[in-house]
Structures are given as structure tokens and as C-alpha cells.
């Protein structure tokens, strides 16, 4: 076997498969990658999954894996010697950190997120940053500051967003693992859309310390994989208690890779699985609904009992989170102020400091960054404050209290992840209403802080890309979810005859 | 925010409310984002008023999805960024500081 070969079946390895060759020493985690650097410079010219490739201390870091595990050390953790990919808005103090911004353009944190610091005690190895909608403001990575990323099924299409290049780069094998950030769906939506694993976590569950913040209350970590089992090793190495992040929960992590490995088991007797009226109908595309109609008689097939939930005021969701949302994101955003770090734009020589905050400001952001900044400051003013962002809060009160009602009935609830299948680049880039409609299904979930996660479902008839099942369980009812997540991925690669994403794509014809 | 001004063309809000909202934010807009803003900004207000229309006068709001008041920590001395990893990333800096654009006016 030729190199290329072998690294061609590396690269196509899960990370549970890829740790145990590399802790049996049959492969090394320099040789796993070197394989996925290989694979980044052959498709990323199409791809742009990645805004910054760290390839010396990726080599460094599983170098020193390596070394570990020949001296006879135990290795540092289910996952070490596994290379990763990292959404840019996580500090690495090695790489720079844009959130694909142009305010941050070249900006080295001086200090690790707490993500990053664990991923790396846990001796995974980061390959690079990868490319996301700026300041994870967007559904299609098209807002970032560096250029869109290409979905792999389908170079033409968006990969979903904000975190669009972490999905990507699972997608075109340029890593097994990534990391995401899910203030509205930015980890399930891009996963749906690329035929992935993606898991919002319980908020407060990974902690957001060094997470560049869009919206505080919204805002959680979490893993992204090509498998559930994967996601659940990933999600158990990040996750648990932080004092460095005052809204960090302080309960152990949920056995999740023991629920997945439960799951894969494909015996979902007992459980109740909520279907919630209010997540269909209009606006959704036919085969995506298809495509559900499809994974409810899957899910019952393997024992579980669906009932009808109905959540009236999920209805109204969209519209309170883009009040709450862009209301944090204004505050949040102030500290891009061009005085102690990033951009720094003088209109004139003797300008004024207000006068240089206004001109970096205008220089250094995208059009939906300052839309949201807008929206935010209108929707915070006095005068204002009442009828919206006070008004959003009472919403989000009522769609919490729509979950515990459901959650009495159902022990997980499950919707389509996204209403539409990866839409073609630059349809939407300009209607921001349009775009907004792509987190109908994921937003509730932030709204109440409660986990949810999206797992393939199959591809849509008439254009062949993938669908997302989401699947939602109370706070910290992650073990339940990635049961049934887990049982639901076997019970589809047995009746697909594999993984469908071993089978993708539209990439290996444009590479 | 000044008071709002019907708009003739029966939005909800103005190109001079959003100019407005512009200055406060900080963003030195040009005349052609001004003309676009107006017209999206105005879309997605209509939009997200719906809130308006849900029963919620006796509702509590939620700030936040985990019900946290204070959180403390022990007093407790710990090692934090250097002087020159806390100026690595400053536009410009002087003897040690962050050096910054003059914050008042010439005739203060």
C-alpha cells in the first residue's frame, strides 16, 4: 500500500477508532496528522474550512503524544493523539484568533480558553482555526471577513453557520473532530447541513471562559464529529465545572459516552419521544419533513412510544431571540474599541478617541455585525426597552415553560435540525430576514438553556444533500439524548449499508 | 432615542432614527450602508414586534436560562498576564501603558 493510500484510509478512520490505533501504537499520532494536514492542503483551496492551519505545533503536540505512550505512560485521556479543528472563536494562545472578523485580523490572545487548555491536557492535537460566520453572527459562514467556506456534499452550497468551517472540515475529512460555539444553532444547523454530528450541551455545561463572546446567556461550547460516539468522547473532555466562568454549572459531566455506547445498542423501549407540533409545516422543504416522517417510524421501530407535544410558544422564538440576541451582541461588542488590542483606525492624525472607535469600528466589521449592533442599541434604548427587549424576556420565559410541560410527557423531544437542506452560496447574503428563518428550530433550545444535538438523518430526494434530525433533552439530560442519538445512527447505517458520509461527495470531483 | 416620528412610508423606523442609532453605536456608516440598514433594519423590526402580540403582562422575564444570583470565589491571590502579554496586542504603547487617542476635546 502506497502512502497516499494509507493515509486516505486514515483520514476516513473515527476518532474512537483513530485513539485506539494510536494507544495499541499501530499507528503514530504524528503519522494521523500528518494525514490530515496532507488532506487539508489537497482540498481547503476548495474547501476554506480553515482560517489558520497550525501545522508545527500540531506535529509538536502529537509528537509529544507519541513519546508518551512509548515511555509507557497511560494515555492522557480516551482521545489522546487525536488531531482537531478549532472554531476561531475560541483563544489559543499559539494561534491567532479572528472570530473571522477584520477587527481582530492577526490578534494573538495571551491566554488559552479553557476549551483549549483541556483539549490539550487531554493530549488532542489542534491542526488549526477553523472559518465562521464573524463573531458567529450568521447561518452560512458567508458573513465571515476571509471568505465563505464550501460544503463538501456540494461546493456550490453554504455549510450551514456561524460554525460552517468546523463542519466542513469533519465533512471533507480534513479532521474527525472539531470544535463549535451554539448561541442559536451554530453547531446543529452546520452539522445537519453537512451530514454531522453537532451537540449544544446544557448551558453552563462547557465552560465559556476565553469564548469571545456573541450573546452571554446564549452562548455554549460543543462538540462536533462525524459520529455520536465520537461527539460523546469529545463532549466528556471539554465539558464539566470551570471557576474561571461564574455561570459554569458545578455538577459532573453526564455519562454520555456510556449512553452512546447504551444507544448503539438500538433498544429505545421505555422511552417517550415528544414530536413538537409547532416545528413544520410552512417554510419547511418537503423532503426534509419527508425525511423526519422517515426517522419518527425509524425511532419507533426500535421500541420507543411517540407522542405529540405541542409548544405554542416556540412560535414566537424567532422573533425574541433576535431581540435578545442583538441586544447582547451590542453590549458585548463594545470592547472593540481599538485601544487595547486589534484594530486600531486613526481618520485623522489628531483624531479623537470617540472619532477612532467610530472609523475602526466602521473598518473593522461586517454589515451583520452592525446590523445586530443597531438592532441591539434600538432595542435597549428608553422608550423602546419595554415593548422589545423586555417583552423578548417574558417570551423566554413562556417557551421554558412550554419545555417543562413537555418534558412532562416526553422524555426527549425531536423536530427537524434545519427547515431547508444547504442552500446555494449568495442566495440569502442579503436578506437577512431569509436567513434568520435557517434557526426556526435550533433557537428554542438557547432560549432555555436546555441541551440539544443533531444527528444525520438521511439525504433529501430531490437534491440529494444531507438532512438533520434534532433531538432535544432537558438541562443536563444529555445521557438520554445521546441514547437515543446513538441507537438512531445505527439503525440508519444498518439500513443504508454504512455510514452515509463515508459515501459524500461533491468534493473528490472538484479537487 | 428621540421620540419616533411616523415614517411616510409606514415603517417603523427612519433613515435618521437608524443614523442615530449609528453614532451611539459607534459606527461611522457611509450614506450607502445608511440606505440599506434603513430599509433591513426596518424588515426585521416589523418582524420581531410579534413579541408584542403574545399575553405576557403577568409573565416573569428570564435574563438567563440558569436561575443564578451571585457566584463567589476565595480571595485568593493568583498569577495573571504579565505587563508585556497584557500590552502584546495594543495598537500602540508607551513606557508600559496603553497609549490612546486624546479622550477630550481641543477646548478642554
Redesign the interface.
Known amino acids: 500500500m502506497s502512502s497516499s493510500e494509507a493515509d486516505s484510509e486514515l483520514i476516513r478512520l473515527t476518532a474512537a477508532e483513530l485513539a485506539a490505533k494510536i494507544h495499541a501504537r499501530e499507528v503514530s499520532s504524528v503519522e494521523v496528522t500528518q494525514a490530515h494536514l496532507d488532506r487539508i492542503a489537497q482540498v481547503d483551496p476548495v474547501v476554506h474550512a480553515f482560517l489558520h492551519v497550525a501545522r508545527e505545533p500540531a506535529l509538536a503536540a502529537a509528537a509529544a503524544v507519541d513519546a508518551a505512550l512509548a515511555a509507557g505512560d497511560a494515555p492522557a485521556s480516551p482521545l489522546a493523539g487525536v488531531p482537531l479543528a478549532l472554531k476561531d472563536v475560541f483563544t489559543t494562545s499559539d494561534m491567532p484568533t479572528t472570530c473571522g472578523s477584520k477587527i481582530l485580523e492577526g490578534w494573538r490572545p495571551p491566554y488559552d480558553a479553557t476549551v483549549t487548555a483541556r483539549l490539550r491536557r487531554a493530549g488532542l492535537v489542534i491542526l488549526g482555526k477553523t472559518n465562521m460566520d464573524e463573531f458567529a453572527m450568521g447561518s452560512s459562514t458567508e458573513h465571515s471577513a476571509y471568505g465563505p467556506t464550501r460544503n463538501p456534499w456540494d461546493t456550490t452550497r453554504i455549510p450551514g453557520g456561524s460554525g460552517g468551517g468546523s463542519a466542513a472540515s469533519l465533512a471533507a475529512f480534513e479532521a474527525p473532530l472539531a470544535m463549535g460555539t451554539d448561541t442559536g444553532g451554530s453547531i446543529r444547523q452546520p452539522g445537519a447541513v453537512t451530514g454531522t454530528v453537532g451537540v449544544k450541551p446544557t448551558y453552563g455545561g462547557v465552560s465559556r471562559y476565553g469564548l469571545v463572546a456573541c450573546a452571554s446567556s446564549l452562548d455554549q461550547a460543543g462538540p462536533c464529529a462525524r459520529t455520536v460516539l465520537d461527539a460523546a468522547l469529545l463532549h466528556e473532555v471539554i465539558g464539566g465545572y470551570d471557576p474561571l466562568d461564574s455561570t459554569s454549572i458545578d455538577a459532573p459531566v453526564p455519562a454520555v459516552v456510556e449512553a452512546a455506547r447504551q444507544g448503539a445498542g438500538g433498544d429505545l423501549r421505555g422511552l417517550r419521544i415528544g414530536v413538537v407540533r409547532e416545528l413544520g409545516g410552512e417554510g419547511y422543504q418537503p423532503d426534509v419533513e419527508a425525511s423526519f416522517r422517515a426517522a419518527l417510524r425509524t425511532l419507533e421501530s426500535l421500541g420507543a412510544e411517540l407522542v405529540t407535544v405541542s409548544c405554542p410558544h416556540f412560535e414566537y422564538a424567532l422573533a425574541a431571540y433576535y431581540l435578545i440576541l442583538p441586544s447582547e451582541v451590542s453590549s458585548n461588542l463594545a470592547r472593540f474599541d481599538a485601544m487595547r488590542y486589534g484594530l486600531r483606525v486613526m481618520p485623522t492624525p489628531d483624531a479623537s478617541a470617540e472619532d477612532v472607535m467610530a472609523a475602526t469600528r466602521e473598518a473593522g466589521l461586517g454589515d451583520e455585525v452592525k446590523r445586530r449592533i443597531m438592532l441591539g442599541t434600538y432595542a435597549l434604548s428608553s422608550g423602546y426597552y419595554d415593548a422589545y427587549y423586555g417583552k423578548a424576556q417574558k417570551v423566554r420565559t413562556l417557551i421554558t415553560n412550554d419545555f417543562t410541560a413537555a418534558f412532562g410527557v416526553a422524555d426527549v423531544l425531536v423536530s427537524p435540525t434545519a427547515p431547508t437542506t444547504a442552500f446555494p452560496i449568495g442566495e440569502k447574503v442579503d436578506n437577512p430576514l431569509a436567513m434568520y428563518l435557517n434557526d426556526l428550530c435550533t433557537i428554542p433550545a438557547n432560549m432555555a438553556g436546555n441541551t440539544a444535538m443533531s444527528v444525520p438523518s438521511g439525504l433529501a430526494e430531490s437534491d440529494g444533500l444531507p438532512v438533520g434530525l434534532q433531538i432535544m433533552a432537558p438541562a443536563l439530560g444529555e445521557a438520554v439524548m445521546y441514547r437515543v442519538a446513538a441507537a438512531f445512527e445505527a439503525a440508519r447505517n444498518a439500513a443504508d449499508g454504512g455510514p452515509l458520509i463515508q459515501r459524500s461527495n461533491g468534493l473528490e470531483a472538484t479537487v | 432615542?428621540p421620540?419616533?416620528t411616523p415614517d411616510p412610508a409606514g415603517g417603523v423606523?427612519s433613515r435618521a432614527?437608524?443614523a442615530h442609532?449609528?453614532?451611539?453605536?459607534?459606527?461611522?456608516?457611509?450614506e450607502a450602508?445608511l440606505d440599506?440598514?434603513a430599509g433591513?433594519?426596518d424588515?426585521?423590526?416589523q418582524?420581531?414586534?410579534?413579541?408584542?402580540t403574545?399575553a405576557?403582562d403577568d409573565?416573569?422575564?428570564?435574563?438567563?436560562?440558569?436561575p443564578?444570583t451571585n457566584?463567589f470565589?476565595p480571595d485568593r491571590i493568583r498569577p495573571g498576564?504579565t505587563q508585556q502579554?497584557?500590552l502584546?496586542?495594543?495598537?500602540?504603547s508607551e513606557l508600559g501603558r496603553?497609549q490612546?487617542?486624546?479622550?477630550?476635546?481641543e477646548e478642554a
Open positions: 432615542m421620540e419616533s423606523i432614527e437608524v442609532l449609528a453614532r451611539l453605536a459607534r459606527l461611522a456608516v457611509t450602508e440599506r440598514f433591513q433594519l424588515v426585521i423590526l418582524s420581531v414586534a410579534v413579541v408584542g403574545v405576557a409573565i416573569e422575564p428570564t435574563s438567563h436560562a440558569v443564578l457566584v470565589r498576564l502579554q497584557a502584546s496586542g495594543a495598537p500602540e496603553f490612546v487617542p486624546r479622550i477630550l476635546g
